[in-house]
């Protein structure tokens, strides 16, 4: 889990944490509680996006390592060839 997945992750649990404590004190704070549950939805959204981006990179980091791996294969190659 990324840095921001985990900060994520404990963002979604404060909103959550808080929407249950309005919700107890208070059953008349609708409006608070439909608020704190559209910022869950915002911060869960915001994870999934995150781990979505981590895919990114990675799928990125792994076709550049290939990509040096046969540069050095061939260079490698080369070197030998002489």
């Not at 963002?11 to 107890?24: F, G, K, Q, W, Y």
Request: no cysteine.
């Amino acid at each position: 889990m990324t840095s921001g997945t985990a900060f994520a992750q404990s963002e979604t649990d404060r909103l959550r944490d808080a929407l249950r404590s309005a919700t107890r004190a208070d059953p008349r704070a609708g409006d608070q509680r439909t608020a704190l549950q559209a910022k869950v939805t915002d911060a869960d959204r915001q994870t999934a996006v995150g781990q979505e981006g981590d895919e990114d990179v990675k799928a990125q980091l792994k076709k550049a390592e290939k990509e040096h791996r046969d540069a050095v294969e061939e260079f490698n190659q080369r070197s030998r060839a002489r």
